[in-house]
C-alpha cells in the first residue's frame, strides 16, 4: 500500500491509493485541455461555428446523464452547467467592459461560444473529480474540497495559456504567469468553487447523493 500511495501536499496531506490511474486521469484531462484550446484557437474567427459544436456537445453529455438512465438523472450537474455559465457570463461581460480582458477577431465584446465553454469547463472538472475521489483513501469533505481548488487552480489557467497564445484573448491585469493574470487565478477558483457551495446545500437540502458535491 505504501508504494502505490502518492501525497499531494497543500495545508493538508491528501492520499491517493491508486498512483497510476491518478497520473493517467491528470495527463488524459491535460490532453483534453490542449485540444480543446487549440480547437477554439484555431475558429476563433467563427464563434457562431464553435458555439454550434459545443452545444452539439453539451446535448452528448445531457443524453448520457440525464435523458438514457432510467435511475439516477443528474438533475445536479445540468443545474450547475447552467448557473456556471450565467455567473461565469457576468463576470466576462463586467471585465471585458471594463477592459479587464479582450476578446480578438469577433464581432462582438463576448465570442458565441463563450456560456457553452463555461458549461463544459465545469463537466470537465466534475467528470475528473468524479474518477479521482474514489482513490481517495480517505474520502472527507476537507479532503474533497482541497482536491477541487487543486483542480480548480492548475487545470482551468492551462486551458487558457493555450487559448491566450492562439490569439484568442488578452488579459490586461498585472501579475501574469504565461499570460494568465493573479486574478484570473482567483477569480476560477471563486467561481467554481461558489458554485460548488451552492450545489453541496442542494443536495444537502433534498437529500441527493452525489461523490462529487457530498
Aim: a positive charge; glycine letters at 4%.
Amino acid at each position: 500500500m505504501i508504494k502505490n500511495t502518492i501525497n499531494l501536499k497543500t495545508n493538508h496531506r491528501i492520499l491517493i491509493t491508486n498512483k497510476k490511474k491518478f497520473f493517467s486521469e491528470i495527463l488524459k484531462a491535460i490532453l483534453k485541455l490542449i485540444i480543446a484550446g487549440v480547437f477554439i484557437g484555431i475558429l476563433k474567427k467563427y464563434d457562431a461555428i464553435v458555439a454550434v459544436i459545443l452545444i452539439i456537445r453539451i446535448i452528448h453529455h445531457v443524453n448520457k446523464t440525464i435523458l438514457v438512465p432510467k435511475n439516477n438523472k443528474n438533475w445536479v450537474l445540468l443545474f450547475g452547467m447552467f448557473l456556471i455559465a450565467i455567473i461565469g457570463v457576468s463576470g466576462e461581460y463586467w471585465a471585458v467592459s471594463n477592459g479587464y480582458w479582450e476578446y480578438h477577431e469577433v464581432e462582438r465584446e463576448l465570442p458565441l461560444w463563450l456560456p457553452f465553454a463555461w458549461m463544459l469547463a465545469f463537466h470537465f472538472l466534475y467528470e475528473l473529480e468524479g474518477r479521482l475521489i474514489p482513490i481517495l483513501k480517505n474520502k472527507t469533505s476537507k479532503n474533497k474540497i482541497i482536491l477541487a481548488i487543486l483542480l480548480a487552480l492548475i487545470l482551468p489557467a492551462f486551458g487558457e495559456v493555450i487559448t491566450i497564445y492562439l490569439g484568442v484573448w488578452t488579459y490586461y491585469w498585472p501579475y501574469q504567469i504565461l499570460g494568465v493574470p493573479l486574478y484570473a487565478f482567483i477569480s476560477l477558483v471563486f467561481v467554481h468553487m461558489l458554485v460548488y457551495t451552492i450545489l453541496h446545500f442542494v443536495c444537502k437540502k433534498y437529500k441527493i447523493e452525489d461523490i462529487v458535491f457530498n
